[in-house]
């Protein structure tokens, strides 16, 4: 008894410390993972070949993983033959060093898939096959590296391994999968702090989320058949919502707002708004479409609409937040990955089109669009933007633009 108490001492400890020193520096699709990205005095045009290129790096290898973006340098993975490289580069492109982390997925889509998270002087990603990584800001030298599928007897799943991890103070936070839920990590020495124990379901590519729920710390994500929602003091799961997709995949971030949190997976799947009780204990369904079935460009909210583009076939729209109701469609930006900075949304298309959108709820509002022809294979890699910088990724290619209000 006097054992667990400690224990449980403990670990409240060491959940209030990380709050005062939290230090993530680049997190995966914006500061809150939710698609914003807090810039200003940005391009409100541009011309009909794009915003200039401030710099370009190629021989990146295969991957699908975003840019991480800190005050002073850039980080970014890829793969060569079966191998996983994490490559460094100043703000002006200039590379710093290259490192070779391990084994990398090379089945249904080879590539890199989990975009690295910054935090003090670490960086941390996950390898399609299920390793996470701790590597060195300085220097790219491994730190600690823990396979989450063989720690926690996870099952492997078809298309790779694709979440991105969650760090928040001294925790690092990943979704093993069946008999592990979810487990939070010290994110120092990679040593198990907690686990929340599963019911068998393996993980689904999805990125959780940590978000203040009425005095409750709640993480939420998606495993194949449901969405759960668990206390990040002690890995409590606290509900559990059904909800299937074909193939099993459940890529989109969840997007929480206003005590409610929306679901999405594609391919013919549904869009789910939840309502999260105020004791974070029960759920219950608000709405439910599928018009907009996202599969990998997720959504983002902009003055109470979703904005985002379906897969395979419905197009770009806005879903009414309080209704789940669209009235317009445009299918020529399906398949887009969305973010939002400065007032305005950036989709970027499977077919290779880059656009500039004013949201609008009524009718498809395009300001400017042109074609990203460097870099080969899927269009599949979230952009970036980082002090007026726009940074994407195009397989072997990274380009970063300026996007400032100074250039048109």
Known sequence: MIMHRVQKMVIQL????????????????????????????????????????????SGLGKGFTSAAVTENRVFITGQKSQNGFLFAFDLDGKSLWQVKYGEEWTANYEGTRSTPIVADDSIYFLSGRGVIYCLSVRNGELIWQVDILKRFKAPAVDWGIAEQLLVEGDFIYCTPGGAVTMAALNRHNGKTIWTCQGNGEPSAYCS????????TRLLITL??????????????????????????????????????????????????????????????????????????????LVN???????????????????????????????????????????????????????????????????????????????PVIKDRRLYLRHGDELIVFDVSSKTP
């Open 14 to 57: 060491l959940l209030i410390w990380p709050l005062s020193h939290a230090a993530v520096q680049s997190d995966w699709r914006g500061p809150r993972r939710d698609g914003h990205f807090p810039e200003s005095n940005l391009a409100q045009k541009w011309p009909k070949t794009g915003p200039k290129v401030h710099w370009q790096a």
């Open 223 to 300: 495993l194949q058949k449901s969405a759960v929602g668990i206390d990040a003091a002690n890995g409590k799961l606290l509900w559990r919502y059904p909800h299937e997709a074909p193939y099993d995949i459940h890529a989109n971030t969840p997007i929480y707002a206003d005590g409610r949190v929306y679901i999405q997976s594609g391919e013919g799947g549904t869009g789910v708004l939840i309502n999260i009780a105020p004791d974070a204990k029960q759920v219950s369904k608000v709405w439910e479409q599928r018009q907009m079935d996202t599969l990998i460009g997720h959504a983002v």
């Open 304 to 382: 109470g609409y979703l904005y985002g583009a379906g897969f395979p076939d419905r197009g770009f729209q806005a879903l009414n937040w309080q209704t789940g109701l669209s009235e317009f469609e445009e299918p020529e930006f399906a398949r887009s990955a969305v973010i939002c900075a400065d007032g305005l949304i950036y989709a970027y298309s499977e077919k290779g089109t880059f656009a500039l959108i004013k949201p609008n709820p009524k009718q498809f509002d395009l300001i400017s669009s042109f074609k990203i022809s460097a870099g080969d294979g899927p269009h599949w890699a979230h």
């Open 208 to 215: 959780p989320i940590l978000v203040a729920h009425h005095g």
